[in-house]
């Protein structure tokens, strides 16, 4: 069973940073790619960014040059480095293993408010 829990998230102010992570267990960590998506009030499920088993990254452009995914497989841990966070980027967090029609959620996500 994927297990997933993500932690990190909190109250910013705009131009703040935050930083995610998502411990993973129930599968192999190192032989997935691993994802962040959120899903803001109101709104669908958005995907963030994804990184390969061996590293290739990809973000959505509402997100590239802010922030940066990174993992360490021997902890079996996923994280997601925000900055210059905006009132816009407020949402739940997910982290998913897999990405694209693959991917799977399991946790309960965490929550990331920008306000002023």
């Known amino acids: 069973e994927v297990q997933l829990a993500e932690s990190g998230g909190g109250l910013v102010q705009p131009g703040g940073s935050l930083k995610l992570s998502c411990e993973a267990s129930g599968f192999t960590f190192h032989y997935y790619a691993m994802s962040w998506y959120r899903q803001a009030p109101g709104k669908g499920l958005e995907w963030v960014s994804s990184?390969?088993?061996?590293?290739?990254?990809k973000y959505a452009d509402s997100v590239k040059g802010r922030f940066t995914i990174s993992r360490d497989n021997a902890k079996k841990k996923l994280y997601l480095q925000m900055n210059s966070l905006k009132v816009e980027d407020t949402a739940v967090y997910y982290c998913a293993r897999g990405d694209g029609a693959a991917a799977v959620r399991g946790g309960q996500g965490t929550q990331v408010t920008v306000v002023s």
């Open positions: 990184i390969s088993n061996g590293g290739i990254i």
